[in-house]
């Protein structure tokens, strides 16, 4: 089946810093979700991207989706400590096929 | 209005207990979704209700779990003879059901198996 890598694994910035998760896939994607888990919570999902080389921003977040739809990303600027969490993609094929998700600990 | 709910919130058991899990979903979601996430790690897909069709149990870990869904709104996961490797927390998700929605989850169920 359908396996979608996210790298880095754990991130550790100061607080102001810029951050990005990478997710990749072996083939083509036909969309990719993300989603946001706070410690000791669920995940709550972001934002959905289809079309080959979307952009998409949401205040200080970044999403792009690869031109050849394998490969996406995220990207926070100057990150605060409400962004600590972990930040997980996802391709919605009904059910969702999670990528290992990448830990953000953000120091004030 | 009203999210998806779960319950318990938390569940200790003894190995080789059965236990059951309930997920209230956001109503009128015709989908409803069960994932696993062990302590640390990803989540695991293991089971898709979409309206009356048949389930998809391909995620399911062994036959020691199952899951139904009565009247198209709660759901019950039951995990049979229960594991040590069985703990994490299981959440389960509704979406209106249509391709390329996004799901709502709720707050999970802790398992420990001691």
């Known amino acids: 089946g359908q396996q979608v890598m996210q790298i880095p694994q754990y991130q550790h910035v100061q607080e102001g810093e810029d951050f990005t998760t990478y997710c990749n896939s072996s083939?083509?994607?036909?969309?990719i979700q993300w989603y946001k888990q706070r410690p000791g919570g669920h995940p709550v999902f972001l934002i959905q991207?289809?079309?080959?080389?979307e952009v998409k921003k949401q205040k200080r977040l970044t999403f792009q989706f690869g031109e050849a739809k394998k490969n996406s990303s995220l990207h926070i600027t100057a990150t605060q400590t409400t962004d600590v969490g972990t930040y997980f993609c996802?391709?919605?094929?009904?059910?969702?096929?999670f990528g290992t998700g990448t830990r953000l600990q953000v120091f004030p | 209005g009203a999210g998806v709910s779960q319950s318990p919130s938390n569940k200790v058991t003894e190995k080789g207990k059965d236990v059951e899990l309930r997920c209230d979903p956001i109503?009128?979601?015709?989908?409803l979704y069960w994932y696993r996430q062990s302590l640390g790690q990803g989540l695991e897909f293991l089971i898709y209700?979409?309206?009356?069709?048949?389930?998809?149990k391909s995620g399911l870990p062994s036959d020691r779990f199952s899951a139904e869904r009565t009247g198209g709104s709660v759901s019950t996961l039951t995990i049979q003879r229960t594991q040590q490797e069985d703990s994490a927390v299981y959440l389960c998700?509704?979406?209106?059901?249509?391709?390329?929605?996004?799901?709502?989850f709720g707050p999970g169920t802790r398992l420990t198996v001691l």
């Open positions: 998700a509704s979406s209106p059901g249509h391709a390329y929605n996004e799901q709502f």
């Open positions: 109503s009128g979601h015709t989908a």
């Open positions: 991207l289809v079309k080959s080389g």
């Open positions: 996802a391709l919605n094929t009904d059910k969702l096929i």
């Open positions: 083939t083509t994607l036909s969309n």
């Open positions: 209700f979409q309206g009356n069709s048949a389930p998809d």
